[in-house]
Each structure stands twice: as structure tokens, then as C-alpha cells.
Nanobody, 119 residues
Framework: QVQLVESGGGLVQPGGSLRLSCVPSGSIRRIYLMRWHRQAPGKQRELVAS?????ETNYADSVKGRFTISRDNAEMFPQIDSLKPVDTAVYYCNAAIVEIGETWPVEYWGQGIQVTVSS
């Protein structure tokens, strides 16, 4: 069974940085698009960044210039700089994964990780 495990969240002061990670595990044949989403209290989940299997990235305007996403084989590492209180949210990793023995990708989600920006 495929799983996505996020880590690296926590409490950080405004202006600080965090480096998150998303590590897929299981019977994985191939990973296509990987994305990070976030959901702030009382708001809808929003897509903040994505990275293709060849490293092409895309960012939401709300994080552009502060959010850098990289990928090392199957693992994905977003770096968030100049954090603001409005960045406080639960961050979710999402990936399109083809399992061994299958043909088509399936969307998988991590359990979510809390990022709190506060002084």
C-alpha cells in the first residue's frame, strides 16, 4: 500500500523558515506530479506548489518568491522562507503514483502536517 509521510512542520516565528518533506513508500512503480496544498482554519484547501517528474515547478501567487520546491527521486522538499502568520495552515502532500503491477496513476494524499507562524 502506498503512503505519503510528511514531516518538518511546527511552530516558527514570523520571518523564519521551514523545510518540509514528503516521503512516499510502498509498491511504487512511478511517481508523476507531486503537489503541496494547505488549508488554513475556516478556509478551503488551496494548491500552493507543484513539481513534475522532470523538475518543472509552479507556485501560487501567495507563496511565489518564498516557497521553493525540490525533488530528489521520490522525495519532495519544500522550503518556505519569510514565513507570515497567514501561512499558518495544515500542509498536505499529494502525488500521482503508479503502483507496481498497475498501468494508471492514482492520487495519494499525506495525513497533513501543521505549520504555525506566530511570535
Amino acid at each position: 500500500q502506498v503512503q505519503l509521510v510528511e514531516s518538518g512542520g511546527g511552530l516558527v516565528q514570523p520571518g523564519g523558515s521551514l523545510r518540509l518533506s514528503c516521503v512516499p513508500s510502498g509498491s511504487i512503480r512511478r511517481i508523476y506530479l507531486m503537489r503541496w496544498h494547505r488549508q488554513a482554519p475556516g478556509k478551503q484547501r488551496e494548491l500552493v506548489a507543484s513539481i513534475t517528474s522532470v523538475g518543472e515547478t509552479n507556485y501560487a501567487d501567495s507563496v511565489k518568491g518564498r516557497f521553493t520546491i525540490s525533488r530528489d527521486n521520490a522525495e519532495m522538499f519544500p522550503q518556505i522562507d519569510s514565513l507570515k502568520p497567514v501561512d499558518t495552515a495544515v500542509y498536505y502532500c499529494n502525488a500521482a503514483i503508479v503502483e507496481i503491477g498497475e498501468t494508471w496513476p492514482v492520487e495519494y494524499w499525506g495525513q497533513g502536517i501543521q505549520v504555525t507562524v506566530s511570535s
